[in-house]
């Protein structure tokens, strides 16, 4: 069973530039959630999915936004780029939305703001 | 608001022997999870070992076993018979269940296993 797919894995823009990152989850897991880490933040909430509808959301600016297509598949924008968004950003599926639920991780997308 | 504390400095571990990661949280909500996870240098989020707070007994999965005392609000991951691969960072994490039900992560712990 493959895992969480995050594409790309490397991704370098300038200021002022948006970016979409991509999230395939595990195949029949309905949530995603996105995560933002840093050396100095750590790892941050984004937002959440499930079932096309975003169930949750950190304290992020507007220009980071998200959506979840029908097939579970995620992506993430981020507009207006600022150097302190660059960061590992990972992704994250569960089968349903319970808290109890484990997620699996991708590898993330390592993303360079210059 | 959640938070979760990890305050070890890196670790050096020898090979075979058992460690203990330090975590303390809190939460005002009665119903919560904690999670631990291993970040190798590849990046993934690996999930090791889950507890709930309702959960009577301390979780165990192979090698990891978490040592949860409620009351001090602390969630220890333990690693018996330390292995090479277990080289990386570990994070613990929380999510209350009537709160925000955001899982909230905790600064890490490296730890560098040595043969």
């Known amino acids: 069973k493959a895992g969480v797919t995050q594409t790309p894995r490397y991704l370098i823009k300038t200021r002022g530039q948006q970016v979409t990152l991509s999230c395939s989850p595990i195949?029949?897991?309905?949530?995603v959630s996105w995560y933002q880490q840093t050396p100095g933040q750590g790892l941050q909430f984004l937002f959440e999915?499930?079932?096309?509808?975003?169930?949750n959301k950190g304290n992020f600016p507007g220009r980071f936004s998200g959506r979840q297509f029908s097939n579970s598949r995620s992506e993430m924008n981020v507009s207006t780029l600022e150097l302190g968004d660059s960061a590992l950003y990972l992704c994250?599926?569960?089968?349903?939305?319970?808290?109890?639920?484990?997620?699996?991780f991708g590898s993330g997308t390592q993303l360079s703001v210059l | 608001a959640q938070k979760i504390t990890q305050t070890q400095p890196g670790m050096f571990v020898q090979e075979k022997e058992a460690v203990t990661l330090d975590c303390t949280y809190d939460?005002?909500?009665?119903?919560?999870?904690l999670f631990w996870y291993k970040q190798p240098s590849s990046g993934e989020m690996i999930f090791l070992i889950y507890?709930?707070?309702?959960?009577?007994q301390n979780a165990t999965e192979g090698r990891y076993s978490l040592n949860f005392q409620k009351a001090r609000k602390s969630a220890n991951l333990v690693i018996s018979a330390s292995q090479l691969g277990d080289s990386a960072m570990y994070f613990c994490?929380?999510?209350?269940?009537?709160?925000?039900?955001?899982?909230?992560f905790g600064k890490g712990n490296q730890v560098v296993v040595i043969p």
């Open positions: 994250a599926s569960s089968w349903g939305d319970r808290g109890q639920e484990k997620l699996f």
């Open positions: 195949s029949g897991h309905r949530s």
């Open positions: 999915y499930f079932s096309e509808t975003q169930r």
């Open positions: 939460t005002s909500d009665p119903s919560y999870g």
């Open positions: 507890q709930g707070s309702y959960d009577q």
């Open positions: 994490a929380m999510r209350d269940f009537g709160g925000n039900n955001r899982l909230a």
